[in-house]
DNA sequence: CGAGCTGATGGTAGCGCTACCATAAATGAA
DNA sequence: TTCATTTATGGTAGCGCTACCATCAGCTCG
């Protein structure tokens, strides 16, 4: 009796017994069933059924020297955004063979390394990763990955491989645009950690107010201040926004240009905070001050006022990635390296100084909005 | 020449050829250091290094009958508990050779059963699930698992192995109580689409009434109304809660009865829409009317009036059931099978109808809380 | 001083699957 | 018919690692 280690389950030889036929035959059969005449199909399949066979992924991958394993890096599990994202990548995925493996690089450079190092041990079929400022060394490595990769959430001349996303820098701009249009004269910027996506979206700012001539170093807190409020000791380390930040920042923003009369936030977990401190303060939106987010998520339409924002298409990012990379799997001639899904400029009450939304429809839930398509989509 | 099918990449035979030693000994080195002498473990490390030597992950899980995936489920990505719970999760897996693999059931047991079936095939070291409600198929599974399970989020007396969470119904009463002792009566039960968890909350709620006497089936819409309102199509399938859900949710129950003076919101983002509903109607919280939700989220504390809420301790949750598998992994004892984390109730201004709190503190941010423990923790 | 033990190291035979050929049967072209 | 080509199936040798012995030096102990 030979000394088997095996831990009972049948195996893929167990079920070519049970069908009659060999193993590589029930091998061919459960990757791609038309390799295999139909006779011999409905076999392996009783044969499956009966024994209850579920193939081993680890043999499979050490065979193949390639795994099901899709790696997909975000900065943050916490923040919708991602969420978003994450849940059109698991939608694209589907019922595939193919597995998701995500890491949290928590917005740190070395963190990303190391998990794409760990990743590359399990030979993935693809990788998705967010953003375009990688490391020296984590570039290196998805350019050596030896699969696809595609690059999320914004955009680049010059991928390593694919990338799918929109122009932050163009979206802050035609929201900026959009506060100017509505009559704000003194538009702040507010933001709490700044990351290379939310630089994109104060050089558009900056650029919009610049060709406006409105535009003042004053009026906008970005990275400068935060080492400050950090070390008041009231938020974490954490790279995320909260409604507690919004507050604040804005509180401290005020203090220095008093005649601040809107703000553009980086998110709209800080166009939240602004709406509640200017609730607080009694200051009434947009009359006397307009706030605009960034991302529009669930709650900015149910604000009151409404909160206007620059609506982005995460789920269609993740979800988008996904099909490219199947196609790509699949061998499939795959279009351009570059993919604009666009973003949507949504106007709702908040900056609706001028009233022009007023009238268009019932004043009831939802709150009307105008949404301008914006990128090219 | 042998035809081989390598990709290249050094093996640990490469290794230990290299170092002059056999490969079992590269491998014990790198699995447990201390099983080699320190001569050999330094001439393997240099060897590693020179080659740059990265294990292949699938021969390793084929060879031991064992991954080092952990294999966690979870109903939603999307909302910010789990996203809680996963950063508890991560944090606790830290830089161990553990691998986390996520799996979104979004609230459906078949999907639940099918992803479940999809990790056995890594033989996972160990399993997260969320919940005490699987399907019996489901609850088959993780019993021949094989390997650590531990359940999370709720409690039970009867878990597969262990389960970590804490008491939905004890939550949701301490919660309706301190409802009751601010002054409410006609206290309305808010909520979305109805799990496990949300049906031990409402039995909470509902039994905090009736030992008061105040309890009236009018004031809840749980479950009962959704579907009508889903019929009218603003919301999609996914059953997670929006601030408008909140805002529509609220109005419905208050045309069925207009005399109501509080709502018990089954989560946070179904309150913030509560406290924007108000808001558009010009009621005042908490003088006319109080809002209290569950899992104090971020922009509770942000909002005007801060809302209060039984502030659930998810992170806490995520990295003890980490704690707890590896420990089990590591054949050490690990106490009890049911560990109940506990729950504060964060009473804030939203409820504050006696004036309580005022002159607690400055009325500046953060806005004063009054927190009590609950649960057995 | 040999039996028995311990601790470090190595050889070998798997783990369960698939790549790579070989083979046999069926088909088509000449 | 004959030979080339395609289609369906199988045998075998890995994939890179670890479990399971075996070995051997050093050491204790009766």
Redesign the pocket.
């Given at each position: 009796m030979?000394?088997?280690?095996?831990?009972g389950?049948p195996?893929?030889?167990d079920v070519a017994a049970r069908a009659?036929?060999?193993?590589?035959?029930v091998?061919?059969a459960?990757?791609d069933a038309s390799?295999?005449?139909d006779?011999?199909r409905e076999k392996i399949d009783a044969a499956v059924r009966e024994l209850g066979?579920v193939?081993?992924l680890s043999?499979?991958a050490?065979?193949?020297?390639r795994s099901d394993v899709v790696g997909v890096l975000v900065p943050s599990l916490t923040q919708h955004i991602f969420a978003d994202v994450l849940r059109g990548i698991y939608d694209g995925i589907g019922k595939t063979r193919l597995n998701i493996q995500v890491g949290n690089t928590r917005y740190d450079l070395d963190e990303e390394d190391r998990l794409l190092a760990e990743l590359l041990r399990y030979k993935p079929a693809g990788l998705i990763v967010s953003g375009i400022d990688q490391s020296p060394a984590g570039r290196a490595m998805l350019e050596r990955a030896n699969c696809p990769v595609i690059q999320i959430m914004d955009l680049s001349d010059d991928p390593v491989n694919k990338i799918i996303g929109f122009s932050h820098h163009d979206a802050a701009k035609a929201m900026t645009q959009h506060l100017i249009e509505s009559g704000y004269r003194r538009i702040g910027f507010l933001s709490g950690w700044m990351n290379s996506r939310s630089k994109g979206r104060l050089s558009g700012y900056v650029e919009a107010l610049e060709e406006a001539g409105l535009f003042d170093p004053a009026l906008t807190n970005a990275a400068g201040d935060l080492g400050a409020l950090a070390a008041r000791g009231s938020w974490d380390k954490h790279q995320y926004s909260t409604p507690v930040m919004g507050r604040e920042l804005l509180a401290d923003l005020w203090r220095r240009a008093p005649d601040m009369d809107a703000v553009f936030c980086n998110n709209d977990v800080l166009a939240l905070g602004a709406l509640f401190e200017c609730h607080a303060r009694g200051i009434s939106v947009p009359g006397d001050f307009g706030i605009a987010g960034f991302n529009d998520e669930d709650f900015m339409e149910a604000a009151s006022p409404a909160l206007s924002s620059v609506r982005t298409h995460r789920w269609k990012v993740g979800h988008d990635a996904v099909v490219a990379l199947r196609r790509q799997l699949d061998g499939e001639p795959d279009g351009e390296r570059v993919v604009d899904v666009g973003f949507d400029i949504v106007k709702r009450a908040s900056t609706d100084r001028l009233g022009l939304l007023s009238g268009m429809g019932e004043a009831d839930i939802p709150q009307p909005a105008a949404v301008v398509g914006g990128g090219t989509v």
């Amino acid at each position: 009796m030979s000394k088997r280690r095996t831990d009972g389950r049948p195996t893929i030889a167990d079920v070519a017994a049970r069908a009659g036929v060999g193993s590589i035959t029930v091998s061919r059969a459960l990757r791609d069933a038309s390799l295999v005449s139909d006779v011999l199909r409905e076999k392996i399949d009783a044969a499956v059924r009966e024994l209850g066979y579920v193939p081993n992924l680890s043999a499979r991958a050490l065979a193949s020297t390639r795994s099901d394993v899709v790696g997909v890096l975000v900065p943050s599990l916490t923040q919708h955004i991602f969420a978003d994202v994450l849940r059109g990548i698991y939608d694209g995925i589907g019922k595939t063979r193919l597995n998701i493996q995500v890491g949290n690089t928590r917005y740190d450079l070395d963190e990303e390394d190391r998990l794409l190092a760990e990743l590359l041990r399990y030979k993935p079929a693809g990788l998705i990763v967010s953003g375009i400022d990688q490391s020296p060394a984590g570039r290196a490595m998805l350019e050596r990955a030896n699969c696809p990769v595609i690059q999320i959430m914004d955009l680049s001349d010059d991928p390593v491989n694919k990338i799918i996303g929109f122009s932050h820098h163009d979206a802050a701009k035609a929201m900026t645009q959009h506060l100017i249009e509505s009559g704000y004269r003194r538009i702040g910027f507010l933001s709490g950690w700044m990351n290379s996506r939310s630089k994109g979206r104060l050089s558009g700012y900056v650029e919009a107010l610049e060709e406006a001539g409105l535009f003042d170093p004053a009026l906008t807190n970005a990275a400068g201040d935060l080492g400050a409020l950090a070390a008041r000791g009231s938020w974490d380390k954490h790279q995320y926004s909260t409604p507690v930040m919004g507050r604040e920042l804005l509180a401290d923003l005020w203090r220095r240009a008093p005649d601040m009369d809107a703000v553009f936030c980086n998110n709209d977990v800080l166009a939240l905070g602004a709406l509640f401190e200017c609730h607080a303060r009694g200051i009434s939106v947009p009359g006397d001050f307009g706030i605009a987010g960034f991302n529009d998520e669930d709650f900015m339409e149910a604000a009151s006022p409404a909160l206007s924002s620059v609506r982005t298409h995460r789920w269609k990012v993740g979800h988008d990635a996904v099909v490219a990379l199947r196609r790509q799997l699949d061998g499939e001639p795959d279009g351009e390296r570059v993919v604009d899904v666009g973003f949507d400029i949504v106007k709702r009450a908040s900056t609706d100084r001028l009233g022009l939304l007023s009238g268009m429809g019932e004043a009831d839930i939802p709150q009307p909005a105008a949404v301008v398509g914006g990128g090219t989509v």
